[in-house]
């Protein structure tokens, strides 16, 4: 099975900043990545599908990019309402693998 | 508007057994891929189970293998998973969520509230 590696773990950024979460598959996944935003007592929230496509309703201060094993979204400008764990998901006709997930807080 | 409702979560010994359910609305068990997703208390999502639309291609995670079933009634629009052997490790919140791909590198995704498994003495 594809294992997903997430890091950081876990960030503190300032209010502005711009902020970058790695995601590597243990194997080649092509283009078949999600990325996902989880708030406290919430499901987890679509953002990004296809490796880079933003979902419908995403602010544009958030972008991905990747194929293959290694891939990054990045906030652009960090707002207050981006506190979340973030994860990455491949999703290569095998089973679903998620990220250990990386939190992001205000500084 | 579509719904994912998980009931059947409680209180379990190590070793003990539990079935919990999700009832569907507003699209078919039929037509969709369904999944298990767990998370444990203050830790990250792990994949457990999927089930085609013809309910002839089931595949788990590694850990769980060999000891959680997935099924659906299609009838009743609702996906089962039966834990068995279960380890104080499967404690979490048990979601079950779909996810339509409409190409162009669009998808929706759907997940319910879930349904909380603990496995203590």
């Known amino acids: 099975d594809i294992q997903m590696t997430q890091s950081p773990s876990s960030l503190s950024a300032s209010v502005g900043d711009r902020v970058t979460i790695t995601c590597r598959a243990s194997?080649?996944?092509?283009?078949?990545l999600t990325w996902y935003q989880q708030k406290p007592g919430k499901t987890p929230k679509l953002l990004i599908y296809?490796?880079?496509t933003l979902q419908s309703g995403v602010p544009s201060r958030f972008s991905a990019s990747g194929s293959g094993t290694d891939f990054t979204l990045t906030i652009s400008s960090l707002q207050p309402e981006d506190v979340a764990t973030y994860y990455c998901?491949?999703?290569?006709?095998?089973?679903?693998?998620f990220g250990q997930g990386t939190r992001v807080e205000i500084k | 508007e579509v719904q994912l409702v998980e009931s059947g979560g409680g209180l379990v010994q190590p070793g003990g057994s539990l079935r919990v359910s999700c009832v569907v609305s507003?699209?078919?068990?039929?037509?969709?891929?369904m999944h298990w997703v767990r998370q444990a208390p203050g830790e990250g999502l792990v994949w457990v189970a999927r089930?085609?639309?013809?309910?002839?291609?089931?595949t788990y995670g590694e850990v769980v293998k060999g000891r959680f079933t997935i099924s659906k009634d299609d009838a009743d629009n609702t996906v089962h998973l039966e834990m068995n052997s279960l380890r104080v490790e499967d404690t979490g919140v048990y979601h079950c969520?779909?996810?339509?791909?409409?190409?162009?590198?669009?998808?929706?995704?759907?997940w319910g509230q879930g349904t909380m498994v603990t496995v203590s003495s």
């Open positions: 507003g699209l078919s068990v039929s037509t969709e891929w």
């Open positions: 194997q080649a996944i092509g283009g078949y």
């Open positions: 998901q491949g999703y290569n006709g095998a089973p679903w693998a």
């Open positions: 296809a490796a880079s």
């Open positions: 969520t779909t996810r339509r791909d409409y190409g162009s590198g669009k998808a929706v995704d759907f």
């Open positions: 089930i085609s639309p013809d309910g002839k291609r089931i």
